[in-house]
């Protein structure tokens, strides 16, 4: 059986992963509800997959943190306590993270591998060169998106699907969260 992989991003309105400027984590949208659900999602066991750059990115913002900074949320602390294989073909281990191996190769092939050899379902967040990549090799199962209600036209860093392939989406599961915040579960398909 072939483990489920799914693509979890967060976004703005127009597409962008982060922003810079006076925008704070979760564009400053965040709610109880949201972070419940997010501790529910990453309850489950799965294996984490990251890119080196996200990988880099998630263990400099840990390690500059405070516990009380909302970049230690226990969804992301329970994010860091998952496994997790890290493609690579830059860094060397082992990594500053806990359970973490870093494969270095194709990210198509070690993904297709990890598929096939996964006991448990695998998740990616972020990583978006990583993911645009797997999801034109058909490998993204789920499409997740969390949707802020923001727009960072002139702000938006970090353009999602810049570049992607272009992919028709079922939408096979929604959810408003905080009465602002959209959750989108797509499967996606090449056009």
């Given at each position: 059986?072939?483990?489920?992989?799914t693509?979890?991003?967060?976004?703005?309105?127009?597409?962008?992963?982060?922003?810079?400027?006076?925008?704070?984590?979760?564009?400053g949208?965040?709610g109880p509800?949201?972070?419940?659900?997010?501790?529910?999602?990453?309850?489950?066991?799965?294996?984490?997959?990251?890119?080196?750059?996200?990988?880099?990115?998630?263990?400099?913002?840990?390690?500059?943190?405070?516990e009380?900074?909302?970049?230690?949320?226990?969804?992301?602390?329970?994010?860091?306590?998952?496994?997790?294989?890290?493609?690579?073909?830059?860094?060397?281990?082992?990594?500053?993270?806990?359970?973490?191996?870093?494969?270095?190769?194709?990210?198509?092939?070690?993904?297709?591998?990890?598929?096939?050899?996964?006991?448990?379902?695998?998740?990616?967040?972020?990583?978006?060169?990583?993911?645009r990549?797997?999801?034109?090799?058909?490998?993204?199962?789920?499409?997740?998106?969390?949707?802020?209600?923001?727009?960072?036209?002139?702000?938006?860093?970090?353009?999602?699907?810049?570049?992607?392939?272009?992919?028709?989406?079922?939408?096979?599961?929604?959810?408003t969260?905080?009465?602002?915040?959209?959750?989108?579960?797509?499967?996606?398909?090449?056009?």
């Amino acid at each position: 059986m072939t483990a489920t992989y799914t693509f979890d991003v967060f976004s703005s309105l127009d597409g962008y992963g982060a922003a810079s400027a006076n925008w704070t984590g979760y564009w400053g949208k965040q709610g109880p509800e949201l972070l419940d659900h997010r501790l529910a999602l990453y309850g489950a066991e799965q294996r984490m997959v990251f890119g080196a750059n996200t990988y880099r990115a998630f263990a400099r913002m840990l390690a500059s943190s405070t516990e009380e900074s909302e970049v230690r949320d226990p969804w992301v602390t329970r994010m860091r306590s998952l496994p997790a294989t890290v493609v690579s073909t830059t860094l060397e281990g082992p990594l500053d993270w806990p359970n973490a191996t870093v494969v270095s190769g194709d990210a198509v092939d070690v993904v297709a591998r990890l598929k096939e050899e996964s006991e448990v379902p695998l998740r990616s967040h972020g990583s978006l060169s990583l993911n645009r990549a797997l999801m034109a090799a058909g490998l993204v199962d789920r499409l997740q998106v969390t949707l802020f209600p923001v727009i960072t036209g002139q702000t938006g860093l970090d353009p999602i699907f810049q570049g992607a392939a272009d992919f028709d989406l079922e939408l096979i599961e929604n959810r408003t969260l905080d009465g602002h915040i959209q959750e989108l579960i797509y499967r996606p398909t090449l056009h």
